[in-house]
């Protein structure tokens, strides 16, 4: 009988193992060789579902994003507004409780996402669905009554953004001004000035 | 007799050459002899300046940098506390009026910088300049009484940070969402939360 091949399986498992090996050794250092070998795969193995380096990134920055995504909504149910928000940040920003060393693998996305018409709009989907979950969280906030009265929501989506963005970027180049208490002190005042 | 070369302003003439390459055609994309060809140089003269793709990266890099450090210090000269950090910040964001599609290479820059030690120095070493300067600000703000009584300085340096870095990262991949309107309205926000 022939081996049954979880295809699904067996992508999910380059995947994570390609996360791990750019976060290491980076992006540029690496070839698809040495990833399938790490991985336990032969080369045409990986080329089968990936067939370049890019959709592998591709695939590692969707599964981070993802996963993120997944957690947030999985952590914000039943919790609405700024409270919600709050927890957002807790779960997107590089605590080391969490998922720090993804930061690295985000950085190498946005770079080649800036290079490459495909992977722009695949980032640019997802961005933009995270910036509505942000919207929904500031409306429900105004509706609530929790939000400053002068905040102009829009503004407001854009500066959690760059916020959550600038994170990445300083927890991997300033790692010593990142600390977990200075990125829960940051949280919390992103949250005391959005308050009424 | 000899020509005599001046190698300052060829090399200042490559760098020049190498960023507008790297914005318009992307880092990965091009090559070394591309990027002789469109200086107007040989391949070997380049080499001479500089040995391979990242260093010229790091020059390229180190001009963005230096540029607009001498430009805040320029425009800031005579001016203190909140309405310093408030001019460097219309400096650094990508205005249309400014520099903007710079921070195309900004991000290539941040990513090679997480990958090789020797970028992530001369990186990191530019930061905490740029770092120090917003301290200094926030600190004349504090001695004039323009800051929040609350407000905690390196909380907001990081804050600071996160911001201007986070909007080259969406003035590149959200672009929409980044016009100057939305500059200005995030910087004038900023401000308005440090405020006393």
């Known amino acids: 009988m022939p081996k049954v091949v ?15 090996i750019i976060i290491r050794d980076g992006f540029d250092r690496v070839t698809m060789r040495e990833i ?13 579902y990936f067939p370049n380096k890019q959709s592998l990134l591709t695939a590692a920055f969707l599964k981070v994003f993802n996963d993120s995504h997944e957690q947030i909504e999985r952590a ?3 919790v609405r507004g700024l409270d919600a928000l709050s927890k957002m940040s807790e779960l997107l920003l590089p605590f080391s409780t969490g998922e720090a060393e993804r930061s690295k693998l985000v950085l190498t996305f946005w770079d080649r ?6 992977m722009f709009d695949i980032h640019h989907d997802n961005i933009v669905r995270r910036r ?3 919207r929904t969280y500031l409306e429900q906030a105004r509706e609530d009554g929790e939000l400053r009265a002068d905040a102009d929501i829009e503004n407001e989506v854009n500066r959690i953004s760059t916020f959550n963005a600038g994170w990445q970027m300083l ?7 990142s600390g977990d208490d200075m990125l829960q002190a940051s949280i919390d005042t992103m949250i005391d000035n959005l308050r009424a």
């Open 6 to 20: 979880d295809h699904d399986e067996r992508r999910l498992h380059i995947v994570d193992a390609v996360t791990q």
């Open 36 to 48: 399938a070998t790490e991985a336990g795969y032969a080369h045409g193995a990986i080329q089968r």
């Open 76 to 78: 914000c149910d039943g």
């Open 113 to 118: 996402a800036a290079q490459d018409p495909e």
């Open 132 to 134: 509505q979950m942000i």
């Open 171 to 177: 927890s991997v180049l300033v790692p010593e001004a």
